[in-house]
């Protein structure tokens, strides 16, 4: 059992920058992160492989976030910069132990977090 705590959403402008992590209490092979919004299906954001560094992007993170982890203290950062009205959402840190080729998608991710709500303001 690995427990995932999220943290740094918030209420943010439209252009402006926040800063996800997501903890893990264990060992963990892959993290990802994913957001919901209202009415809509979980979708893919961003994920990071501790071995070798690996990080992958969904379209709509590409060139405005960036992935990265810190293993000393088994964190996953999720750094979010020209935030965007349609980034609104809540955003959720899973934990994977199958292969990286599974990264991007949501049922087969092990353990989730509670999730985080992030708010871009228009």
């Known amino acids: 059992q690995v427990r995932l705590v999220e943290s740094g959403g918030g209420l943010v402008q439209a252009g402006g920058s926040l800063r996800l992590s997501c903890t893990a209490s264990?060992?963990?092979?892959?993290m990802g992160w994913f957001r919901q919004a209202p009415g809509k299906e979980r979708e893919f954001v961003s994920a990071?492989?501790?071995?070798?560094?690996?990080?992958d992007y969904g379209d709509s993170a590409k060139g405005r976030f960036t992935i990265s982890g810190d293993s000393a203290k088994k964190t996953v950062y999720l750094q979010m910069n020209s935030l965007k009205f349609e980034d609104t959402a809540v955003y959720y840190c899973g934990s994977l132990q199958k292969g990286w080729g599974f990264r991007r998608r949501t049922d087969v991710y092990d353990y989730w977090g509670q999730g985080t709500q992030v708010t871009v303001s228009s």
């Open positions: 264990g060992t963990t092979y892959v």
């Open positions: 990071f492989r501790w071995a070798g560094g690996l990080t």
